[in-house]
């Protein structure tokens, strides 16, 4: 209740409500909020249920079913924040290059990127008429969420491009690589054109509802900060800028990039993905005060033993320090075969152990 | 000609000759030394005839032509160091573990390590009778070699480790992280096993007569700090400290180390691998003047126009700054399909302009 001795607060700070969105904001949080990567999926059996019926695809599809398969973990782990059941490779479907996904390989493309004559042959993409049954999805979510931010998300324009360049997974990123090294005119046309249709994409999921975007670039970490920058920072930057524009805060993903860091930042996003591989006070330092950042349990702990995983989420929080802007996440997805309990347990613990005031030592 | 006026030099350093070997010691080259991971291999049309007759493991085990192998690249390339043709799982065999080489699958193990059971069930190894293909092809070596020094290597225990657990190439390294936080009397009990079989083979190497070894902990990367320095560092350098005490210099290679680097360089070496997410400069300048660095060019650059190539052969230069100590190599293996006349362009161009004086820019 407002009283004549309470300051009255005039800047936005009071309108921003609910941990996650003040974390996205840099503000203080009761606790610090947690969602995961890939919460959705196959280590939940109620998900399980869905998946035997349907493809990955179909559930991507059927407004319903991805919504259902959205609420899920909501309903079963009590994060912070929801992240729109969906597949970075939607796009990939209207711009025609054949996306299937073969039984346990992944995602395979009929039709690869590989000359200037492929990329002239990309359809043009309307989200609202040819991705609409994600933004379906969105607005069926926003009632069942009440009040739980709704997170939607797309492929950064390099990890989009890769996948189309190589025809499906890869390790190496070979052709991707040859592609900007030896026809950079392909390669720039290429993410040029997949940097307005991922923008378009996400700007129409904030208008249709998403109260934060994540862009993610999971395999940047491939390349080289000198390559980085020429070849892929000005195509993300256009993305996460888009994005930015619609008000809603933008987290930007990747993972392997301790030296990419920098650059990422200069690229966009409020909050900037951690993972594993740097220590999160180390990755905050390097990107700096002005960012929030996201991050950065191993999946690989969500096997361990209770006592192991406590360990380690105490000392991300630890390490986070209580500064305002940390929102607790894996530094990449949740694993095909994690134990349910464990992901439930360090919710409870995230919000158990944290915020953690400065200079305090965890029991 | 030593005349009265020349300073009389007593120290070591004159009789370390060759470019490759003064470089690991930090001493001034005439040129900037280079070689290649995987060089012999099968980007190599000679190398191919003799693979058409003989697998992977026949050649190795066959001391002429791991000889034959070892040389070819010597001949076609004119690097400035040999590395012996051998498999990091080489070992893997007499541990009985059952290695086996799938047809463009690499390698399964028949009988992977998950217990500790499976630990006390490997086989000790003497690297004499057991490898004894290998240090005869060293011995085969020095004659036909010329001069040219000789690299010899092994696995570092957490990059062979995770073969032996995963039970052949890995992504995740689930399996692998799983035995270190649930199980970590089995992980300590395989690897303390394995340092000291990988420190007897480097040994054995080193007394039949290489001149300097690798050691490759090539999917360290996957790791995090704090796990690497809890549950890796002290058997890296056990045998990397087994290795320098045999007098010879030592390389310690991984990739993805950019925040690893610290530690790896405790755990040991004189010349430490450096990939290319790390610019030349900022990893050297991570690690200190006190040791020497190899690297970084990214392999998928090999597949660039020649224009493309040498400007990054010169960038590298360039961030070497001339400073001795500095190996040329690439950040990782070469990959299959390299053309040849690119890799020996890079020898030529390392060798043209290099090395280059601090302040001067290349045309």
Known sequence: MQTASTPLITDNCSLITGNFLRACHRLPAD??????????????????????????????????????????????????????????????????????FAKGEGPVLQNPVRTLEDVKNLRPVNPESDLGYVMDAIRLLRGPLNGVPLIGFCGAPF???????????????????????????????????????????????????????????????????????????????????????????????????????????????????????IPLDDGWRVLGDDVAVQGNLDPAVLFAPRDEIKKRVQDILKRANGKPGHIFNLGHGILQHTPVDNVKAIVDMVHEYSPLPAGEELG
């Open 159 to 277: 990890t989009v491009a890769s996948y189309l360049i190589e025809g499906g997974s890869s390790r190496e990123f070979l052709k991707t690589k040859t592609m900007m090294y030896s026809a950079p005119e392909v390669w720039h046309a290429l993410i040029e054109k997949l940097s307005v249709v991922l923008s378009d994409y996400l700007v129409a999921q904030i208008r249709a509802g998403v109260q934060a975007v994540q862009v993610f670039d999971s395999w940047v970490g491939a390349l080289s900060p000198s390559d980085y920058e020429a070849f892929v920072l000005p195509y993300s930057q256009k993305v996460l800028t888009a994005a930015k524009n619609e008000g809603v805060p933008v987290i930007h993903f990747g993972t392997n990039t301790a030296t990419l860091l920098p650059l990422m930042k200069r690229a966009g996003g409020d909050v900037i993905g951690l993972d594993w591989r």
């Open 31 to 100: 606790t610090t909020p947690v969602w995961f990567m890939r919460q959705a999926g196959r280590y939940m059996p109620e998900y399980r249920v869905i998946r035997e019926k349907y493809s990955l695809i179909e559930i991507c599809q059927h407004p319903e079913l991805a919504a259902e398969v959205t609420l899920q973990p909501v309903r079963a782990l009590g994060v912070d924040a929801a992240i729109l059941f969906a597949d970075i490779l939607l796009p990939a479907i209207p711009l025609g290059v054949g996306l299937e």
